[in-house]
């Protein structure tokens, strides 16, 4: 099924293609001064309109790609669609983004690779981790 046929295959296909309304909802609430308020309606429709926005980037980003002889969508695919599309102010905006998101990746993995370098099981480390809380609490309960 090609993406024009998922977007307008029925209502399953829109389900897939939305975003969090209350995440949309609070993004526009933090962009809005206090007292200006925003549609039902409207919030809809930006929506629809995010959708339809990364839909285009994520197509020409695959177009990028394909130019490239590469069979992944890499960052510098969608960074050059932003410029083809018209949309170089975002470029900055998006490099920080990916910066922000490598370095939360890598402390990700490094806690995850604490934890496999430990040799013990998630179980072992709950139950030491418990032993040490209720260490912590017995401690505490002396002192008052």
């Known amino acids: 099924m090609s993406d024009d046929e998922r977007l307008t295959s029925g209502a399953g296909a829109d389900d897939e293609l939305s975003l ?42 695959n177009e990028v790609c394909e130019k490239d002889s590469k069979k992944t969508i890499a960052p510098e695919h969608v960074l050059k669609a932003l410029d083809d599309l018209g949309f170089p102010g975002f470029i900055e905006e998006a490099k920080s983004v990916l910066v922000e998101h490598k370095a939360a990746q890598k402390d990700r993995e490094r806690k995850t690779t604490r934890m496999e370098q430990s040799g013990l099981s998630e179980e072992e480390l709950l139950r030491q981790q418990e032993e040490l809380f209720a260490a912590s609490r017995a401690r505490f309960e002396a002192s008052n």
């Open 20 to 61: 969090p309304k209350a995440t949309v909802q609070k993004l526009i609430s933090e962009m809005l001064p206090k007292d200006v308020s925003c549609s039902k309606d409207t919030r809809d429709l930006l929506i629809e309109c995010c959708v339809e926005f990364i839909h285009l980037l994520s197509s020409e980003s």
